[in-house]
């Protein structure tokens, strides 16, 4: 019986360390990423952020870290009518998978699927940011 005990508290140990050692600050980093790409492209704070009293200074370090993130991610025009009317304004690509795309423009998020069309994502230029980033180092 208490070889039982002694297995369930070194399983409920380990649990602890690794949800508040590994997972919490993953999950925080990835939060935090998150914010300051959709700070240096959009120059507001997403919607979904429940906690939004973040003063002006942090809005600007954040947005000038995800400034030096947007690297990652390639900026396509894409020139489709449901798409802000067709204007082919450029959308960063957060993430894709098949033919539905996670996009971010200068209005915010939204998913877009192009369906059983034909599509091209090229590289457009010059890439748009928001204004907080204009002061951020290179």
């Given at each position: 019986?208490?070889?039982?005990?002694?297995?369930?508290?070194?399983?409920?140990?380990?649990?602890?360390?690794?949800?508040?050692?590994?997972?919490k600050p993953a999950n925080r980093d990835g939060t935090l990423e998150y914010i300051g790409i959709y700070l240096a492209v959009t120059g507001k704070l997403?919607?979904?952020?429940?906690?939004?009293?973040?003063?002006?200074?942090?809005?600007?370090?954040?947005?000038?870290?995800?400034?030096?993130?947007?690297?990652?991610?390639?900026?396509?025009?894409?020139?489709?009518?449901?798409?802000?009317?067709?204007?082919?304004?450029?959308?960063?690509?957060?993430?894709?998978?098949?033919?539905?795309?996670?996009?971010?423009?200068?209005?915010?998020?939204?998913?877009?699927?192009?369906?059983?069309?034909?599509?091209?994502?090229?590289?457009?230029?010059?890439?748009?940011?928001?204004?907080?980033?204009?002061?951020?180092?290179?």
């Amino acid at each position: 019986m208490i070889f039982y005990l002694v297995i369930v508290g070194v399983f409920s140990l380990s649990y602890f360390v690794l949800k508040n050692m590994i997972i919490k600050p993953a999950n925080r980093d990835g939060t935090l990423e998150y914010i300051g790409i959709y700070l240096a492209v959009t120059g507001k704070l997403p919607t979904q952020l429940v906690n939004n009293n973040i003063e002006k200074k942090r809005m600007v370090e954040l947005a000038c870290d995800g400034y030096h993130e947007l690297w990652k991610y390639r900026f396509s025009s894409i020139n489709d009518a449901e798409v802000d009317g067709g204007s082919g304004s450029g959308k960063y690509i957060l993430q894709g998978g098949d033919k539905i795309f996670f996009l971010l423009g200068s209005e915010g998020s939204s998913i877009y699927s192009f369906g059983s069309k034909n599509f091209v994502l090229n590289e457009a230029y010059p890439r748009k940011y928001s204004d907080l980033v204009k002061d951020c180092k290179d």
